[in-house]
């Protein structure tokens, strides 16, 4: 049933045989919300679906999906493939019923799963281990629907977007992506050369914000080098996840400095710095040692934190005890700011933090560039709070039609 390619080796024109019934697709959830998106391609044969995760807290509709032959009933669905391990998009995986292969990019699986592992004494359930592993570029075809995934670029890392080829149609999912990030010429390059597409299912996490200035990681890492020269002691507080965004930090710890984070991180670090280009992995990043205190203290460092009971006594004390060296550098989302763990640590450091960071997510900008380069037939837009009035946020080519879908709608393409 399952027959693997390369899509270089077949190219991205050369589709499974037209079945002459049309490819739909049917957006579970994510039509008027960021979080939790599901999306449904199917035929009359075949049914995948892309993502399944969970509601941002606070956000839309906070129900559990439940959807026959995939949650509930006998499993009629053919695989799942998942774009990226952040939870709005893989939070209701554990529901899926056994035996629906779940894919995701190997890399990915590995630190979702050393992440669940190390949450396991939290009561975390591992299910990443049970995943199939992709690797990008690799098609996989699954009766009349032909899968391509294609390398992209967020704040989670080795991510996916995909291409679905079947019934003569092609439709693109980027899943969360952007242009500003180190990967960034690849993804254009990507979108110039894929060829016609019927129907592209976008995010648009910022189509209702201007972008009033262009910083993108490479800024980001500047940054970085400027701080970590200026300041002795330096803590990053970021997300375990952003692995680019941590390499970056470690790459501009000065030479004979130390760069530091916990057993965990740099376990995640290890994962991602496997199949990473040279210039892109992290650099001489080591688990801190309670043994090398006078030695990280003598030289100086730049350590990698969480907002955590572990983290928030060693920062207490060099902010206590070195108030003129030190600096917080805070690069993740200014709305996690107002959780309890993370205004605890905001609050030692306050007076010396430097808010430096860009967005994992696509500016409305680029979104813009990038839908006049691919000049998609349709074009949809979820993973975004904007509902109709999506057209007065972005300007489309007028021979795209943009149009505006509900949750549980089904688009013949
Ligand atoms: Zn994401
Ligand atoms: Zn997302």
Redesign the pocket.
Known sequence: MLTKSTANELGFGELPMDSGKGIKVKLHRGATQIGGVCTEVFTDKTRIFFDFGSPLEGEGNQDKLKIDGLTRGIANTDAVFI??Y?G??VGEVPDILPDIPVYMHKTAKRILQAQQEHKEILGQIVWAKELYELNAEESITIKDIKITPLESD???CD?LMYLVEGCGKRVLIT??YRLHGFYGDKVMKTFKTIGHIDLMITEGTNIDRESPYSHDEKWVEEQFFKILRDNKYVFLLTSSSNTDRIAAFTRAVPRGKHALADVFQTKIMRIADEEREEALKSHKLWPYDEDKRDLYEQRGFGMVVRASDKFIPIVKEYFEGHPADTCLVYSMWTGYKKKSEMAKMLDIAKGKIEAIHVS??ITKEDLEQVVDIVSPRELVIHHTQERESNRRYINVPKQVYLRSVTDGETIIV
Do not use: E, I, L
Request: hydrophobic share 10%; proline share 0%; aromatic share 0%.
């Open positions: 774009t990226h952040h709005d998009h967020h704040s989670a991510s899943g969360d994992g997510h």
